[in-house]
């Protein structure tokens, strides 16, 4: 007999897993293209395949268009992954998402960089929209 993994259909519901809103406020410069860039070395969360904790270093840029991330909240919000058992992958895509629903940009791009695991750093990134094209200094 086969023996099941202990992660099997851990990850089925991962996108409607409930976690805390992310607020947003009124972005006054809409007309301008820009680029926020934002970042948390303390993102943690749990392996579902081990229950042991999983660490990542997590890179936020947008282009914003009616709103802005308010920065308290999405500390909360990642605060919530804490206990939440995810793989890597799924972090980051799940993390996408949300935010793209909270405040809508014209780009998005969401990096994780996890701490290392039996001798393998994994790094996940994901987007959504068309990157500006922005002069840099």
């Keep these: 007999m086969k023996k099941k993994a202990a992660y099997k259909g851990l990850q089925q519901n991962v996108r409607k897993r409930k976690l805390p809103k992310i607020d947003v406020w009124e972005n006054r410069y809409r007309d301008k293209t820009y680029v926020v860039r934002f970042d948390t070395p303390e993102f943690t969360c749990i392996c579902p395949r081990t ?4 660490f ?3 890179f936020i840029e947008y282009s914003p268009e009616a709103c802005c991330i308010e920065l308290k909240s999405f500390k909360e919000y990642i605060t919530a992954y804490r206990d939440f ?3 890597h992958e799924h972090a ?3 993390m996408l998402e949300d935010l793209v629903k909270s405040c ?5 791009k969401v990096k994780g960089v996890f701490n290392i695991r039996g001798g393998i750093t994994t790094t996940v990134e994901a987007e959504s929209g068309v ?3 922005l002069l840099s200094f």
């Design 131 to 133: 990157r500006p094209t």
């Design 104 to 108: 809508e940009p014209r780009w998005m």
């Design 56 to 58: 990542a270093h997590i």
């Design 85 to 87: 058992g995810i793989f």
């Design 51 to 54: 229950g042991l904790p999983d």
């Design 92 to 94: 980051v895509n799940r």
